[in-house]
């Protein structure tokens, strides 16, 4: 199994990035998808999640109504599209697959390497 996330870089305040994470090695449609989110010297934490099917998403509150988690089956990949960027945004960012939908790291059986994103004030 493996997750290749790409998409990072340098933005200024107010600006947009999207992330996308490739999953090759497992059925795709079987997996829920996070994307979760470390700064430095601090811990990974939840960023957003989306179901199996699509249908059901959860955002964590600092993010909920900027960013947007979708998924593309036909390219067995997903997406975050982060809009109105913060300097509190500034993490390096992991997609993750499990079988279920979870706000927890230990909910997922499966990481990506981390896509560096860094927002200027």
């Known amino acids: 199994v493996q997750l290749q996330a790409s998409g990072g870089g340098l933005v200024q305040a107010g600006g947009s990035l999207r992330l996308s994470c490739e999953a090759s090695g497992l059925t795709f449609s079987s997996y829920a998808m996070g994307w979760f989110r470390q700064a430095p010297g601090k811990e990974r934490e939840f960023v957003t999640y989306?179901?199996?099917?699509?249908?059901?998403?959860n955002y964590a509150d600092s993010v909920r109504g900027r960013f947007t988690i979708s998924r593309d089956y036909a390219k067995n990949t997903v997406y975050l599209q982060m809009n109105g960027l913060k300097p509190e945004d500034t993490a390096v960012y992991y997609c993750?697959?499990?079988?279920?939908?979870?706000?927890?790291?230990?909910?997922?059986?499966?990481w990506g390497q981390g896509t560096l994103v860094t927002v200027s004030s």
């Open positions: 989306i179901n199996r099917s699509g249908g059901a998403t």
């Open positions: 993750a697959a499990g079988f279920f939908v979870s706000r927890q790291v230990r909910g997922y059986d499966y």
